[in-house]
């Protein structure tokens, strides 16, 4: 049996305690049991060469080492030479 789900979205603060404080009121009155998701911000933007060097070793793209993926040739296409 499948339970229907409202969705609220605030902000808040985690303080020293470690104690949620949100900076409104939710809509909602209580007492009621909720589920809390807390998304955190990233610490740091991954940089680009990171990210490719971490796409290159994810095992999902495995399949395009195999030779019948590698379809082009440099003889392939027209170059294109960016003029900016």
């Known amino acids: 049996m499948e339970t229907a789900i409202t969705a ?3 902000i808040g ?3 020293d305690r470690r104690q949620l404080v949100l900076d409104k009121p939710l809509p909602v009155i ?5 589920r809390i998701i807390v998304l955190l911000p ?11 060097q971490a796409a290159a070793a994810n095992p999902a793209f495995d399949f395009l080492k195999e030779p ?4 082009y040739t ?6 294109f030479y960016d003029q900016g």
């Open 8 to 10: 609220f979205e605030t």
């Open 13 to 15: 603060t985690i303080d």
């Open 30 to 34: 209580g007492p009621i049991q909720v």
């Open 42 to 52: 990233e610490e740091a933007d991954i940089d680009e060469m990171a990210w490719l």
């Open 68 to 71: 019948e993926e590698d379809i």
């Open 74 to 79: 440099l003889a392939d296409g027209r170059p």
